[in-house]
């Protein structure tokens, strides 16, 4: 579930100087930023001397590690999540407290671009928003430990990230049970089902050209973007990171990446390939004067990739794309209004790009504009009829608003089209519970739409 729908080794070329490979571009920062094994040092660089650490600074330490380990890794479960904090204690030579009873568990109940919607609440779109205090104490929490607590551990999870992301798609259905897995045509009548009505089985169709190879990098794109726009953003991520792996010079690819992990409040991994399509640009690489050696925190670096940006507008101020990565940008650190002019511009620009329209609405969302967010969402859905992410968040603004039969047709719709996004059912048995039907929360377990005909017209 996320916000939005819409990185990876070569060598240095471009004004901007980037390699021609993000995922390698990404690791080689890192490397030349000091990697993992050479941290120790690296610490001792910033004034660390891990002898001085109190035992409440250490137990401040695990539970900063832990939040931003789950803020890298969401979908990770908690022996993964311990061994990447421990690693990270380790890195600074530190013995601190394991098997600590903090937790967080890393939901997001944010509107994103993808769906503004929480499993556990959605009333209030004051609630959809990450753990952000929890984010913001672990960065404002790093200077009086006298070290970049942020970059240090950014070093280690994101080069953890780019090397496992792209082996994580897991196939929908097997090679012997896709129905086109002989089809003589698989990416055109993937094409086909995607610009038409059923993205599920473009979804098949895809994963049938890629079974079928592996390298092929447009079709990874399309398949990330069919699951973007089926609401899943776990799917895209690990398919539009292989299209990047078959093809380092896949800007659509990045640039859907850096959305996508948006949409999962993967932040610094946002903003590293959203960094990593402007220095790939063919014409914006020349603004991407990026300092290669610079200790960021999380919004130095923001900053500095808003000022390229900035700056590419100024080369090309009718480039839509541009103001739609500037709304990402915004939206990152919660500057709404901002992300709502550059929505509004980029869908004034391009005003049948359906993407942008249900970027302006989910945005709009969490500003409490849930009747502005709908005629957005409605005009998306007018341009993609098919557009699953709209349809929910279409259900979730009409529950802002506490119309829940409206709410309840709109998840039904969208599960009708894609019964496998399990936290629609979530959110359509919340919806019953508030309309206090026990008798529908328990349907909802069984994961079948045609079981609420007899109540609903959708």
């Not at 990026?290 to 925190?297: D, I, L, S, W």
């Not at 000022?307 to 507008?313: I, K, Q």
């Not at 901002?338 to 993407?355: G, I």
Request: with cysteine; aromatic share 10%.
């Amino acid at each position: 579930m996320s916000f939005f729908q819409d990185l990876a080794t070569g060598s240095k070329g471009g004004e901007g100087g980037s390699s021609s490979n993000p995922f390698k571009d990404t690791i080689d920062q890192q490397r030349r930023l000091g990697d993992i094994n050479s941290s120790i040092n690296e610490n001792r660089n910033f004034g660390v001397d891990s002898q001085n650490y109190s035992n409440m600074d250490k137990m401040k330490i695990r539970q900063r590690s832990e939040v931003m380990a789950r803020q890298f890794f969401p979908d990770k479960g908690d022996e993964f999540i311990e061994q990447q904090v421990l690693k990270f204690q380790d890195s600074l030579n530190i013995s601190g407290p394991r098997g600590s009873s903090y937790t967080d568990n890393g939901l997001y109940d944010g509107t994103t671009f993808g769906n503004q919607g929480s499993s556990q609440r959605f009333q209030d779109v004051t609630d959809f928003e990450f753990d952000d205090q929890s984010f913001e104490q672990a960065i404002q929490g790093s200077e009086d430990l006298g070290v970049d607590y942020l970059e240090t551990l950014r070093k280690q999870l994101t080069l953890t990230h780019v090397q496992e992301t792209a082996d994580q798609y897991t196939m929908i259905t097997s090679p012997q049970q896709n129905p086109y897995s002989s089809a003589p045509n698989k990416y055109e009548v993937g094409m086909r089902m995607k610009d038409g009505r059923d993205l599920n089985q473009a979804i098949l169709a895809f994963e049938a050209c890629v079974q079928e190879n592996p390298q092929n990098s447009d079709a990874w794109l399309m398949l990330g973007r069919s699951h973007a726009e089926c609401d899943d953003d776990v799917h895209a991520i690990s398919a539009l990171a292989s299209a990047v792996r078959a093809d380092p010079n896949n800007l659509d690819a990045l640039l859907e990446l850096g959305i996508s992990h948006t949409n999962e409040q993967h932040k610094i991994n946002a903003l590293v390939y959203l960094k990593s399509w402007l220095q790939q640009h063919p014409v914006y690489a020349k603004v991407a004067n990026f300092n290669p050696n610079q200790e960021y925190k999380f919004f130095m670096l923001h900053d500095e990739i808003m000022e390229g940006f900035a700056e590419a507008v100024k080369i090309n101020p009718e480039d839509a794309q541009l103001f739609n990565v500037l709304g990402v940008l915004n939206h990152l650190v919660d500057n709404y209004e901002e992300a709502v002019s550059n929505f509004r511009r980029a869908a004034t620009l391009d005003p049948k790009n359906h993407s942008y329209w249900n970027k302006l609405g989910a945005t709009q969302a969490n500003k409490r504009e849930s009747d502005k967010a709908v005629e957005a969402y409605r005009r998306a859905l007018g341009l993609k009829p098919n557009y699953i992410r709209a349809w929910v968040n279409l259900g979730i603004a009409y529950s802002n608003q506490q119309k829940n039969e409206e709410a309840v047709k709109f998840f039904l719709r969208a599960l009708h089209m894609c019964p496998r996004i399990d936290h629609v059912w979530t959110y359509l048995g919340f919806t019953f519970h508030c309309m206090q039907r026990k008798d529908l929360v328990q349907l909802c377990e069984q994961k079948n739409v045609e079981l609420f005909r007899n109540e609903f017209q959708f």
